[in-house]
């Protein structure tokens, strides 16, 4: 506490607590400086509350949780289940087991999910496509207990030029599986031998509990005898036919109006094979031809509707083509 004398007050100034006040005191005349009495004034003090165990516990699981959200983790359980997925899109896709090493597919990955590593394409061959296989059979195996099946028998070639013969069955519901393939390479394709791969099918069937109780081909004359074959089998009790949309199709061949398909072929070459042409035909907004094959029988009827549809605008280009040519 000081104090300070003017004329006639003496001011008192005191500090209490860091907190300073003063008040002016008046001095009588003749009279020595007294000390006045300094009121009393009342300092609040700060009360610091013990914070428990049980906030402090959850205050630190709150700061736990937010750092967690800017990090993301990938255990080994969720790795697994996401190597699989990517090993499924492989093949599901038919791509190249080399995509998952692939740099861009690599960090395409990484940006969808950090700090998560693909599998390698030896991982997919050799780990993953036996899984995957093993799991979808046994899948199947389950939705085809106990069903009557119709067995489906056809061959063609694949991308290598190999006889590939391939079994599938449909149920009651149109829900259709792969039974087996059988490369054929080397082996004649008589009603004898498409027999016995028949047989090998409807053996494979009652390993998945299911009966096979109707077989279904194309009207080729050595599978028209081997359905006959299989007939005689009594013990197999089953329902054979041709396929009825292979019975179309060769009907409809039968009514085909002579060189009305191989002019409507020549122009559709034609327009795929002349650049200019082909150009002009696209500016123009000309819907996209449709060359037929015999081995896919909607594609004749898709090529004539379109052919029809478009016959105005490869008119109005085949007379542009003449005059400048004659020109």
Known sequence: MKKRYFDNTVEVVSYQLGVSFSESVPIASNSTPLTPKVPQRSVATPVLQKESPTSATSSSKR???TLD???????????????EEVAKMVFATNSSFRLVEHPQFREM????????????????????????????????????????????LDGWSNIHNEPIICVTVTTSNGHMY???????????????????????????????????GSVVTDNAANVNKMRKLLEQENELKLVTYGCTAHILNLLAHDLEIGNIKEHVVYIVKYFRNNHYASARYRQEGGQRLVMPQDTRWNTMCNCLKIYI????????????LEKRYLT
Not at 69 to 83: G, H, I, P, W
Not at 194 to 199: C, D, G, I, N, V
């Open 178 to 212: 792969l039974v087996d393939t059988i490369d054929t390479s080397g082996q004649p394709h008589t009603a004898e031998y498409l027999e016995e791969l028949s047989k090998s099918a409807i053996q494979k069937c009652k390993e998945l509990d299911c009966h096979v």
């Open 309 to 320: 549809k478009n016959w105005p605008t490869l008119m109005k280009i085949c007379e542009k």
């Open 109 to 152: 990955v990484g940006k969808l999910r950090p700090g998560y590593t693909p599998p390698t394409r030896k991982e997919i061959a050799d780990k993953f496509l036996p899984m995957v296989y093993e799991k979808e059979y046994a899948k199947c195996a389950t939705e085809l207990k106990d069903e009557i099946v119709c067995l489906s």
């Open 69 to 83: 959200t800017f990090v993301t983790k990938t255990t080994s359980y969720e790795k697994a289940n996401l190597d």
């Open 63 to 65: 700061k736990a949780t």
